[in-house]
């Protein structure tokens, strides 16, 4: 399995960028999605989830200002950020859990990592 991100970029504070993540490969079902970053000097860390049935939970950071959203039977997930901030700048990666056949373990795949960048 493969997890193809894109929609990085350079914007400045108050702008919006649309991240959008693509699973490839020997894919069965598609379980929870998500995104992390990693802020330059830190850890990674969990920015949102959506779930099968469409849940959706976020970091309080990004609450109200950013949107996941995902297509399971295209392998595809997003993420529309809004009213972006310097300190959102980072590497953004998504996570995909996936069964790639019935009965199969569920692993957690990473895709390979977006930059954005939000200037003041």
């Known amino acids: 399995v493969q997890l193809q991100a894109s929609g990085g970029g350079l914007v400045q504070a108050g702008g919006s960028l649309r991240l959008s993540c693509a699973a490839s490969g020997s894919i069965f079902t598609i379980f929870n999605m998500n995104w992390y970053r990693q802020p330059p000097g830190k850890q990674r860390e969990f920015v949102a989830q959506i779930t099968r049935d469409g849940s959706t939970t976020y970091s309080n950071p990004v609450k109200g200002r950013f949107t996941i959203s995902g297509d399971n039977a295209k392998g595809a997930v997003f993420l529309q950020m809004n009213s972006l901030k310097p300190e959102d700048t980072a590497v953004y990666y998504c996570?995909?859990?996936?069964?790639?056949?019935?009965?199969?373990?569920?692993?957690?795949?990473w895709g390979q990592g977006t930059q954005v960048t939000v200037s003041s």
């Open positions: 996570n995909v859990a996936v069964q790639s056949a019935p009965k199969n373990t569920i692993y957690a795949y």
